[in-house]
């Protein structure tokens, strides 16, 4: 009996396949102010692979190509995302007005955070209004509560490491020309240009042996190096706790929500598959 149950069930695995991405259950872990609805959003596969990350609640392209590779080969990983209310740019409300910062420029010391918050444009490219005339007592209360967002998403990154989890995949979209692999020239240690390829979809890596492979591939990749220059980015953490780290970058047209959204999502679920070829 016990071993007719085993094949039943053994068998209805066969036939049914593994669960698909949509139906994983979505965990979500509030972080920062809770009022402000800022929060991790957690799909874990309960197999141990790729530590899939995405901070820009806007760059839906990204996410639906983690979707599709798991709704495609059986899914291993996990998916960390940060949610807000679908801008690139995070809020936290305080002293009667919303103070912005990028998440993907948390992760150094006050000072760099700090820095890279004064650096924001006034307006984002979708229309919302960002930091304007802040003081420096506004400017310092917003670097350490978005310095502590940051430690909160490490913490939670730095979990799913130490599980087993990885490497860290950071997942990216950008708009024609804003951000390409020509552009990464005077900071990365080195570059390959595919032939034939849109310099807007490329791979940045901490590894020497990735950058190598990928470009073997036909892919665009950066490396970037050793020691960059702390801009408070993923990228630059990573590299200075020698993680393994790739990021997957490919265009999409901006200040489209979820169901809406467009861009290279063949080609980011083609270099995201690519990657179950690396060592």
């Known amino acids: 009996m016990r071993r007719r149950s085993l094949l039943a069930l053994v068998m209805g695995e066969l036939l049914v396949g593994p669960p698909p991405a949509h139906a994983l259950p979505v965990e979500e872990h509030s972080i920062g102010n809770p009022a402000d609805g800022l929060r991790l959003a957690i799909r874990d596969s309960g197999r141990p692979g790729p530590l899939y990350f995405v901070p820009h609640d806007n760059e839906n392209i990204a996410v639906r190509a983690v979707e599709r590779l798991w709704r495609t080969e059986r899914p291993v990983g996990v998916l960390v995302e940060v949610r807000q209310i679908g801008n690139r740019y995070i809020y936290q409300r305080f002293a009667g007005r919303r103070f912005y910062a990028d998440p993907n420029r948390l992760y150094d010391g006050r000072a760099v955070v700090k820095a890279q918050i004064e650096a924001l444009p006034p307006v984002w490219a979708c229309g919302t209004v960002l930091n304007q005339r802040l003081g420096d007592g506004e400017l310092a209360d917003a670097a350490a509560r978005f310095e502590r967002i940051g430690k909160q998403i490490l913490r939670e990154l730095s979990h799913w490491l130490r599980r087993g989890y990885g490497p860290l995949v950071a997942v990216h979209n950008n708009t024609e020309g804003e951000f390409a692999v020509d552009n ?44 960059p220059t702390a801009d408070g980015s993923l990228s630059v953490w990573a590299a200075r706790h020698r993680l393994r780290y790739i990021n997957v970058e490919a265009q999409h047209r ?20 690519a990657l179950y070829s690396l060592r």
């Open 184 to 227: 990464a020239e005077g900071t990365a240690g080195r570059i390959h240009r595919a032939a034939g390829v849109d310099t807007d979809d490329f791979f940045l890596v901490t590894h020497g042996h990735d950058f190598e492979a990928l470009g073997r591939l036909g892919y665009n990749v950066a490396l970037q190096p050793p020691h």
């Open 254 to 273: 901006d200040c489209l929500d979820y169901t809406r959204s467009e861009g290279h999502l063949d080609y980011q679920f083609q270099m995201l598959r």
